[in-house]
């Protein structure tokens, strides 16, 4: 509703954030929504929901960061100072299942540790993993370059790995209700066996 009325509304990449949209926010999302003139979201599920809602099929599409190769984002990572080789955790919502994920992969390549990007709260320091708290975007970006691999929960973690070539294994907590972004970007790469539910066999 911020547009002025009668200019042209577009969406790139959007996502719900969610699978399946709560009842009570049906109407206001049609509603809105019919007001743009080109769709696009960024999973798959999205493309359904609004199907569902509009009876058109809006573009799936890849996630603005994918826009740009690894050697555009090269030219602003900064390199991390720490001992290689190392697998890199990016943690949004804790999950054991993470760390236990991360040293089964450090263990297949000779001599790497484990290195940890905390991003959520409530994530617990732990002595067999570095835990990195204040790296800035630039930082961000020169772990995930650095790595050996990447263990995340994280559709932008994930997201990172695979543009910068890295073996990526995401892990799905239980009680993660968005992971259809990640589901929907390792289809379009032909890397849906990488996924990892907790607690699951899949």
């Given at each position: 509703t911020f547009a002025p009325s009668g200019k042209p509304r577009v969406s790139y990449a959007s996502s719900f954030g969610v699978s399946v949209l709560p009842g009570h926010t049906k109407g206001i999302y049609k509603e809105r929504l019919a007001a743009y003139e080109r769709l696009s979201v960024r999973e798959e599920q999205g493309v359904k929901i609004i199907q569902?809602?509009?009876?058109?099929?809006?573009?799936?599409?890849?996630?603005?960061?994918?826009?740009?190769?690894?050697?555009?984002?090269a030219?602003?990572?900064?390199?991390?100072d720490l001992p290689m080789p190392y697998v890199l955790i990016y943690e949004l919502m804790p999950c054991?299942?993470?760390?236990?994920?991360?040293?089964?992969?450090?263990?297949?390549?000779?001599?790497?540790?484990?290195?940890r990007i905390?991003?959520?709260?409530?994530?617990?320091?732990?002595?067999?993993?570095?835990?990195?708290?204040?790296?800035?975007?630039?930082?961000?970006?020169?772990l995930f370059q650095g790595s050996s691999?990447?263990?995340?929960?994280?559709?932008?973690?994930?997201?990172?790995?695979?543009?910068?070539?890295?073996?990526?294994?995401?892990?799905?907590?239980?009680?993660?209700?968005?992971?259809?972004?990640?589901?929907?970007?390792?289809?379009?790469v032909e890397l849906s066996d990488r996924m990892i539910y907790e607690k699951s066999d899949k």
């Open positions: 569902d809602l509009l009876g058109c099929s809006p573009e799936h599409v890849l996630d603005p960061t994918l826009l740009l190769t690894d050697v555009d984002w030219d602003v990572a900064v390199p991390v054991d299942e993470l760390a236990a994920v991360a040293q089964r992969v450090a263990s297949q390549i000779k001599g790497a540790h484990v290195v905390r991003g959520g709260a409530g994530i617990r320091s732990r002595p067999d993993i570095a835990d990195v708290d204040d790296a800035g975007p630039s930082e961000f970006l020169g691999a990447a263990v995340t929960n994280s559709f932008h973690g994930t997201a990172f790995a695979i543009n910068f070539k890295k073996p990526v294994y995401p892990v799905i907590p239980c009680r993660m209700r968005n992971a259809g972004r990640i589901e929907s970007l390792l289809k379009m």
